[in-house]
């Protein structure tokens, strides 16, 4: 929508207090462009803790533009003390409606969900809570919203808080999900299991701190189909390479745009009617490891152990068609397992050395990551191993100098689309010397040295990069923010550049000489009006520059 009309935007608030009991309030926003656009949201909350405890929020937003939208969303939780207990009654109620040309289109929805519960009252050292909840769920039919499925789960949840150095938090939950109207849903009736465990360990005076949550379930999996839909440049997250020329956007010529002018597909999941049983394990876990804490620092091997500090960040979900306990609670086994439906892994750690020192650290980061995904024609596996070592040096108050030496292992296996397979090993070098005399300016100048190859099975391709840059930032409360870069870059590439492996190898660009700049601008016009103004190109060898724009004015209620 271009909008070519003044804008109004205008609010009401209204807030009745009572320093003891409670507040009342109510609130009416609404944004007006002459005959394009009208909205209108209205906010209530309601708070109780009086013999009783209310606490209400609800808000209503109506508007008529390109759509003509209505929604109404509200969650209470009340509950009443009673001697050591308290019961207690929460509920979400959303109901989102969309017309075009006064019709409800498919995408409308309503749902319910109310709980009601029993625990023992705050003030007890551990908790224990037993609940009945149930949910609704409403669907598009003609006209009107017509209700499709019902879900009842009875559980219970303990809590041991009592303790500063253990934590732990533990739900089970029984779902029994009933089907209203099988015409508005292809969803299977069906029961599930989910438990969940989430616990805090502190040992060593706070030097370690562990937090883990762990999730065990089981239920229907909807098997995914994606499609690529173009929207205005800029917006979408995908681009589109014809790669065999012939004019067709097939599913393997879809790549993650490197510049916003090239991003103009968005990835859609469609809906389909095929359903597998699956079981579903996920498992987070970070660890803290404080070497200040643990040793004292008075020996010199001591005084250096305590400069190192260590984080590690694990998170891992699965999917499997088969309760085989081994696989599915294993965050290391094979993703090749026929069982496994998907996956994801993530594993950070980060070993510092110096980390609060304000002239010189040293960081150790290890990642890796994996992601597998089971679709209707086949299963796509991504994974993305790296190893970093970085160095942070101020050479005086004014000079700082970074620098990263790394090492990257990326592979994408598809059993469906095998021409976009590879496994890319890269080793980079990046430094940058920056200028910042105070908090308002700063100038930097950085390169980049980048090896990379695909292995010989997939076709052995070589990319050897070189990028020479320069960046500037200048900010001023009262004049906004300022932000300039500027790169050289020269590539040298073996390979077919009009490929899936060409357009990961070459970062979006072409071999040979390139040219990329960037500037953007941002202010704030008011207390809720921000301006946003930015401007990109890229030239390569033989091709025309490319040059894009966009401004955004952002107004916050």
Request: hydrophobic fraction near 35%; charged fraction near 20%.
């Given at each position: 929508?271009?909008?070519?009309?003044?804008?109004?935007?205008?609010?009401?608030?209204?807030?009745?207090?009572?320093?003891?009991?409670?507040?009342?309030?109510?609130?009416?926003?609404?944004?007006?462009?002459?005959?394009?656009?009208?909205?209108?949201?209205?906010?209530?909350?309601?708070?109780?803790?009086?013999?009783?405890?209310?606490?209400?929020?609800?808000?209503?937003?109506?508007?008529?533009?390109?759509?003509?939208?209505?929604?109404?969303?509200?969650?209470?939780?009340?509950?009443?003390?009673?001697?050591?207990?308290?019961?207690?009654?929460?509920?979400?109620?959303?109901?989102?409606?969309?017309?075009?040309?006064?019709?409800?289109?498919?995408?409308?929805?309503?749902?319910?969900?109310?709980?009601?519960?029993?625990?023992?009252?705050?003030?007890?050292?551990?908790?224990?809570?037993?609940?009945?909840?149930?949910?609704?769920?409403?669907?598009?039919?003609?006209?009107?919203?017509?209700?499709?499925?019902?879900?009842?789960?009875?559980?219970?949840?303990?809590?041991?808080?009592?303790?500063?150095?253990?934590?732990?938090?533990?739900?089970?939950?029984?779902?029994?999900?009933?089907?209203?109207?099988?015409?508005?849903?292809?969803?299977?009736?069906?029961?599930?299991?989910?438990?969940?465990?989430?616990?805090?360990?502190?040992?060593?005076?706070?030097?370690?701190?562990?937090?883990?949550?762990?999730?065990?379930?089981?239920?229907?999996?909807?098997?995914?189909?994606?499609?690529?839909?173009?929207?205005?440049?800029?917006?979408?997250?995908?681009?589109?390479?014809?790669?065999?020329?012939?004019?067709?956007?097939?599913?393997?010529?879809?790549?993650?745009?490197?510049?916003?002018?090239?991003?103009?597909?968005?990835?859609?999941?469609?809906?389909?009617n095929s359903y597998i049983k699956i079981y579903n394990f996920q498992y987070n876990q970070n660890l803290n490891i404080d070497f200040r804490k643990i040793v004292e620092g008075k020996t010199v091997i001591e005084k250096i152990l305590n400069k190192?500090?260590?984080?590690?960040?694990?998170?891992?979900?699965?999917?499997?068609?088969?309760?085989?306990?081994?696989?599915?609670?294993?965050?290391?086994?094979?993703?090749?397992?026929?069982?496994?439906?998907?996956?994801?892994?993530?594993?950070?750690?980060?070993?510092?050395?110096?980390?609060?020192?304000?002239?010189?650290?040293?960081?150790?980061?290890?990642?890796?990551?994996?992601?597998?995904?089971?679709?209707?024609?086949?299963?796509?596996?991504?994974?993305?191993?790296?190893?970093?070592?970085?160095?942070?040096?101020?050479?005086?108050?004014?000079?700082?100098?970074?620098?990263?030496?790394?090492?990257?292992?990326?592979?994408?296996?598809?059993?469906?689309?095998?021409?976009?397979?590879?496994n890319i090993e890269n080793k980079e070098i990046f430094n940058r010397l920056s200028f910042q005399p105070n908090t308002m300016f700063r100038i930097a100048i950085n390169t980049r040295y980048s090896e990379k190859s695909n292995s010989i099975e997939?076709?052995?391709?070589?990319?050897?990069?070189?990028?020479?840059?320069?960046?500037?930032?200048?900010?001023?409360?009262?004049?906004?923010?300022?932000?300039?870069?500027?790169?050289?870059?020269?590539?040298?590439?073996?390979?077919?550049?009009?490929?899936?492996?060409?357009?990961?190898?070459?970062?979006?660009?072409?071999?040979?000489?390139?040219?990329?700049?960037?500037?953007?601008?941002?202010?704030?016009?008011?207390?809720?009006?921000?301006?946003?103004?930015?401007?990109?190109?890229?030239?390569?060898?033989?091709?025309?520059?490319?040059?894009?724009?966009?401004?955004?004015?952002?107004?916050?209620?």
């Amino acid at each position: 929508m271009i909008v070519n009309e003044d804008q109004v935007l205008s609010s009401a608030k209204i807030n009745l207090k009572h320093i003891e009991n409670g507040q009342f309030q109510y609130g009416l926003n609404s944004y007006l462009i002459k005959n394009d656009f009208n909205g209108y949201k209205n906010d209530l909350k309601i708070k109780w803790n009086k013999k009783v405890y209310l606490d209400f929020n609800g808000s209503l937003l109506n508007s008529n533009g390109i759509f003509k939208t209505t929604f109404l969303r509200h969650n209470t939780n009340f509950y009443i003390p009673i001697n050591k207990f308290k019961l207690g009654f929460i509920d979400i109620n959303e109901n989102n409606r969309f017309y075009t040309n006064d019709s409800l289109s498919n995408n409308s929805y309503r749902f319910y969900d109310w709980k009601f519960y029993i625990e023992n009252l705050d003030s007890n050292k551990n908790k224990v809570q037993f609940f009945y909840q149930e949910r609704y769920d409403w669907f598009k039919y003609q006209t009107i919203l017509k209700r499709a499925t019902k879900a009842i789960s009875p559980g219970f949840k303990i809590g041991i808080v009592n303790n500063r150095n253990f934590q732990l938090n533990y739900s089970l939950a029984y779902r029994m999900l009933q089907i209203l109207d099988t015409s508005l849903t292809n969803i299977l009736p069906e029961n599930s299991l989910a438990s969940r465990l989430n616990y805090h360990i502190k040992l060593l005076k706070g030097g370690i701190n562990s937090n883990s949550f762990l999730e065990l379930g089981s239920g229907l999996e909807l098997q995914k189909e994606f499609i690529y839909i173009e929207v205005p440049a800029g917006q979408g997250n995908y681009t589109w390479n014809d790669y065999n020329e012939n004019n067709i956007k097939e599913l393997n010529e879809f790549e993650i745009a490197t510049f916003s002018d090239q991003a103009s597909y968005i990835r859609v999941f469609t809906p389909n009617n095929s359903y597998i049983k699956i079981y579903n394990f996920q498992y987070n876990q970070n660890l803290n490891i404080d070497f200040r804490k643990i040793v004292e620092g008075k020996t010199v091997i001591e005084k250096i152990l305590n400069k190192f500090y260590n984080q590690t960040a694990l998170n891992t979900q699965k999917k499997t068609n088969d309760l085989e306990i081994r696989t599915l609670v294993n965050p290391l086994v094979n993703s090749d397992n026929p069982i496994i439906q998907q996956m994801s892994n993530s594993l950070r750690n980060s070993l510092f050395f110096n980390r609060s020192n304000s002239k010189y650290s040293l960081e150790l980061v290890t990642q890796l990551f994996a992601n597998k995904n089971l679709l209707i024609n086949g299963t796509d596996f991504r994974s993305n191993n790296k190893d970093q070592l970085k160095l942070r040096w101020n050479l005086n108050r004014s000079f700082m100098l970074n620098s990263q030496i790394s090492k990257e292992l990326k592979s994408n296996a598809s059993t469906y689309m095998q021409n976009r397979n590879f496994n890319i090993e890269n080793k980079e070098i990046f430094n940058r010397l920056s200028f910042q005399p105070n908090t308002m300016f700063r100038i930097a100048i950085n390169t980049r040295y980048s090896e990379k190859s695909n292995s010989i099975e997939y076709g052995n391709e070589k990319a050897f990069l070189k990028d020479l840059g320069i960046e500037l930032r200048r900010s001023k409360r009262d004049k906004g923010l300022f932000n300039a870069e500027l790169h050289f870059v020269n590539i040298n590439y073996k390979g077919e550049s009009n490929s899936t492996i060409g357009f990961e190898m070459l970062e979006g660009l072409q071999a040979g000489s390139n040219v990329t700049w960037k500037i953007s601008f941002q202010k704030k016009m008011s207390n809720n009006i921000q301006l946003s103004v930015s401007y990109n190109g890229r030239k390569s060898e033989n091709n025309k520059a490319i040059h894009t724009g966009s401004m955004q004015m952002r107004a916050f209620f």
